[in-house]
């Protein structure tokens, strides 16, 4: 760990114990416990899932960040690595794949598709990138990225963790930050939950401006 960005208690250790007694901070044991057990939700939605699986395979050695324990289950994981195109059709199950993993956990969107749509921005059946549903911690750019790039974010990931205070983060708070994410509904097109009032106000305008 890197003391120098990490709060560290100003006492001195005398010279004689220096070998069996250490100080440090409750924030930054928690903090050096969680950013080196990462464990990611194995899943992949297109093309850089496949840069993700190089990631984890030996030339690149992801153990070495405690991230390579992959969970099939999202109540082991505490990691959300969205890695690919998310289609409308998909969102639901992310969310609820989201929704499922305990506290704390984390979102990375990993290349331009989970960051802002991608090349498929435009597509009828894109969403125009993961942030517009769950709180994203970490993008990272390309198309594909690298597995260099993922891990460069995996790294950025673990200096944002690095920074977090136990009496700061979200899940010991009570309030809307903890709220789950309502799980969109997949009809004709997306609905976002979070948007009823302004859907149901839309198509109140739509039938009287109809009616007239
Ligand atoms: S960002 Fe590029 S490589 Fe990744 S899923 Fe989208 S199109 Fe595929």
């Not at 699986?53 to 405690?66: E, K, L, P």
Request: glycine residues 6%; proline residues 9%.
């Amino acid at each position: 760990m890197d003391n120098e960005r990490l709060s560290l208690p100003q006492y001195d250790i005398p010279e004689d114990i220096q070998n069996a007694v250490t100080i440090t901070t409750l924030d930054r044991l928690y903090n050096w416990g969680r950013r080196s057990s990462v464990w990611p939700l194995m899943f992949g939605l297109a093309c850089c899932a496949i840069e993700m699986i190089a990631a984890q395979a030996s030339r690149y050695d992801m153990a070495r960040f405690g991230m390579e324990v992959m969970r099939p289950t999202p109540r082991q994981a505490d990691m959300m690595l969205v890695s690919g195109t998310v289609t409308k059709k998909m969102l639901p199950a992310i969310v609820r794949l989201y929704n499922q993993m305990p506290e704390p956990k984390y979102v990375v969107a990993m290349g331009a598709c989970a960051s802002g749509g991608g090349p498929f921005k435009e597509g009828y059946n894109v969403v125009a990138g993961i942030d517009k549903f769950l709180p994203v911690d970490v993008y990272i750019p390309g198309c594909p990225p690298t597995p260099q790039a993922l891990i460069a974010g995996m790294i950025k990931l673990q200096e944002k963790i690095d920074k977090e205070s136990i009496k700061k983060v979200r899940w010991y708070r009570k309030g809307p930050d903890t709220v789950e994410v309502p799980i969109p509904i997949l009809g004709p097109d997306l609905i976002d939950p979070r948007r009823n009032q302004e859907i149901k106000a839309a198509a109140a305008q739509k039938a009287t401006k109809e009616s007239a």
